[in-house]
Structure formats: structure tokens, C-alpha cells
């Protein structure tokens, strides 16, 4: 069984940062690529970024040059820096996590960015 908890979601005014944090435990043996998604109501679920085992990373272009995706292999953790929020930021993000076995969904954290 595998469990990711998050945490850092919040209520932020535009031009804010704010900094999420997912971090799994329980039967892990290897992860290969942690990301965050997000799903704003009404839309799609989309990748936000992700960051792979060697530390390759990969964005959305709404989010280029705001976001950074980092990751703490020894914590089995994954972290999004958000700075310059936007209200179209605003949504439920979601952090996942591929192994060698399956793929993991975190239960989601609330982001509002108000103008």
C-alpha cells in the first residue's frame, strides 16, 4: 500500500507564492517520476510539471518560469514552488507518483489565488 500526503494548498492574493508538498510512504520500492496535476472546475485534470528519478523536468507553458518542481529522493518527497500566482492558477492539485509497479494519486490540495 502506498499513501501520498500532501499539504501547502491555500488561499493566496495574485503575484503570491506558495509552496506545495507531497510526500509518499508505505510499500515503495523505486519511484521513477513524481508530478503535480491540477483540475480547476469544469476542466480537464492537467500535468502542471513533473521531474524524473535523474532530475529532469518537464512543465506546462502557462506555468514556465513561475513554477519549479524539485524532489527529495531520500524523503520520498516532491515539492512545487508557485510564485507570481495567478487567479487562473486557482484549482485542486493533485500530486502523482509513478514506480516500477504502478502510478499513485495524492487526494488533491486546494489552491485559490484571488485577484
Known amino acids: 500500500q502506498v499513501q501520498l500526503v500532501e499539504s501547502g494548498g491555500g488561499l493566496v492574493q495574485a503575484g503570491g507564492s506558495l509552496r506545495l508538498s507531497c510526500a509518499a510512504s508505505?510499500?515503495?520500492?523505486?519511484?521513477?517520476?513524481m508530478g503535480w496535476y491540477r483540475q480547476a472546475p469544469g476542466k480537464q485534470r492537467e500535468l502542471v510539471a513533473a521531474?524524473?528519478?535523474?532530475?529532469?523536468?518537464v512543465y506546462a507553458d502557462s506555468v514556465k518560469g513561475r513554477f519549479t518542481i524539485s524532489r527529495d529522493n531520500a524523503k520520498n518527497t516532491v515539492y512545487l514552488q508557485m510564485n507570481s500566482l495567478k487567479p487562473e492558477d486557482t484549482a485542486v492539485y493533485y500530486c502523482?507518483?509513478?514506480?516500477?509497479?504502478?502510478?499513485?494519486w495524492g487526494q488533491g490540495t486546494q489552491v485559490t489565488v484571488s485577484a
Open positions: 502523482k507518483i509513478a514506480t516500477t509497479v504502478s502510478g499513485y
Open positions: 508505505g510499500s515503495i520500492f523505486s519511484i521513477n517520476a
Open positions: 521531474i524524473t528519478s535523474s532530475g529532469s523536468t
